[in-house]
């Protein structure tokens, strides 16, 4: 059977993106990911974990996200999942990391009173590319359309 590989996550940036090019001078830009979770546990009481993934991006999308988020800004992403593996120099021993590759974004709102307007989650309803990202909200006036990266 053919595999599916697709990743859609929504959270808040760990750390400044690193940017930093490749040997062929393809951008590559590298940040954490926090994706929090709310859950009531079996007693009633409101509980909240923190997920933590490594994300990486190429070409114009690193560019893009290296000029736009810093630590702490929210982000929807699309991408898929690559498994890496590697021997640890100092200790000889196999490592091996799960990341995911991004290959679209947008700008995140993760306003809770915004959330309940609409199907869309009231984040401005611009939808690129037929993905189901919504597109700038009203929470990002600073940006002017022509500094907006699709």
């Known amino acids: 059977m053919q595999g ?3 990743v859609v996550l929504g959270g808040n940036l ?4 690193e940017l930093r090019h490749l040997p062929n001078n393809t951008p590559l830009s590298e940040f954490g990911l926090a994706i929090n979770e709310m859950y009531t546990d079996k007693d009633g ?10 994300c990486v991006a190429f070409g114009r999308n690193a560019e893009n996200i290296h000029k736009f988020f810093t ?7 699309q991408g898929r999942l690559k498994f890496e593996q590697w021997e640890d120099r100092e200790s ?3 490592r091996n990391k799960l990341k995911v590759n991004v290959e ?3 700008f995140g709102d993760f306003d809770s009173s915004r959330s309940q307007q609409g199907s869309r989650g009231g984040h401005g309803g611009r939808s690129r590319g037929g993905d189901g990202f919504a597109g700038p909200s009203k929470g990002h006036e ?8 699709f």
């Open 4 to 6: 599916f590989n697709l």
């Open 14 to 17: 760990t750390r400044d993106p």
């Open 45 to 54: 009481n409101k509980k909240e974990s923190v997920h933590y993934v490594d």
């Open 71 to 77: 630590k702490g800004k929210p982000i929807f992403l």
């Open 92 to 94: 000889g021993q196999k």
């Open 104 to 106: 679209t974004w947008r």
């Open 142 to 149: 600073s940006l002017e359309d022509n500094e907006i990266p």
